[in-house]
């Protein structure tokens, strides 16, 4: 089903417009009037100390990479958290307001908080981000992708000097899908996302971009992984090397 995108622009501005007379802006943490989510709040939030093994969960890992025995059996090389959600309160908050409450302005926020978080790590560096996307009936729905937005972000403020290419040009989610948040277990959200995501471009083409590339998977949070991992063995087989999973929150 082709997707008007004057239309999802339309409801977009809509939303927007409401969402500034019904949530008036302040800051989610200490309602001060400077913005969604004020330096200060954003600068006492904990960080992530410890990261263990996205897949075991019980091998303590630097910077959330699969553990040894877990590598042979997934796609996904790890995933970074910037915070950990039930420890980050005002995060938690900000990243439902940004998705449900439609509050788009706070993608600048959350993609500072990431980047920051990111830039002191040890990952090999991406040489294009990913946002993992929406079904686009999700995506007309909602108005906009959190991923992408989050995406555009952090490339701004990751390496502002050479940001790094944000391709959202490059999967696509073809196949509706439950929220993962409804799915209770592991397995149902495995099994809810088996081969919901492809390649936009023809195979041929994208290996010839993909090949032997570094790519991070921007997302806002992860809880079993399984998303990212669906999303990191279509770009392993268009021939990616290494495909990292970067989140807010988990």
Not at 4 to 30: E, K, M, Q, V, W
Not at 46 to 72: I, M, N, W
Not at 76 to 85: P, Q
Request: proline share 6%.
């Amino acid at each position: 089903m082709k997707i008007n995108t004057y239309h999802i622009d339309f409801l977009s501005h809509t939303r927007d417009f409401l969402a500034d007379i019904l949530f008036p802006r302040a800051c989610i943490g200490c309602g001060s009037r400077s913005a969604y989510l004020c330096d200060t709040c954003l600068r006492a939030t904990p960080r992530k100390q410890d990261h263990t093994c996205p897949f075991c969960g019980s091998v303590l890992v630097p910077e959330g990479r699969t553990c040894l025995s877990c590598a042979p059996h997934h796609a996904l090389d790890g995933i970074f958290s910037a915070v950990v959600f039930r420890d980050a309160i005002i995060v938690a908050q900000a990243i439902h307001v940004f998705k449900y409450e439609y509050i788009r302005e706070l993608a600048v926020p959350l993609g500072m908080l990431l980047a920051e978080s990111a830039s002191r790590t040890e990952l090999p560096l991406p040489d294009i981000l990913v946002p993992v996307p929406l079904h686009p009936w999700r995506l007309r729905y909602r108005g906009f992708n959190q991923s992408v937005l989050l995406a555009r972000s952090f490339s701004a403020t990751f390496m502002p000097e050479l940001p790094v290419p944000v391709r959202e040009d490059l999967l696509v989610r073809h196949r509706f899908t439950l929220p993962q948040a409804k799915s209770r277990t592991a397995k149902e959200r495995r099994k809810n996302l088996k081969d919901a995501f492809s390649l936009v471009k023809d195979t041929r083409q994208a290996k010839k971009e993909l090949k032997g590339k570094t790519v991070w998977l921007l997302d806002d949070v992860a809880t079993t992984g399984a998303t990212l991992e669906e999303c990191a063995k279509v770009l392993k087989k268009a021939g990616v090397k290494k495909v990292f999973g970067i989140v807010v929150a988990r």
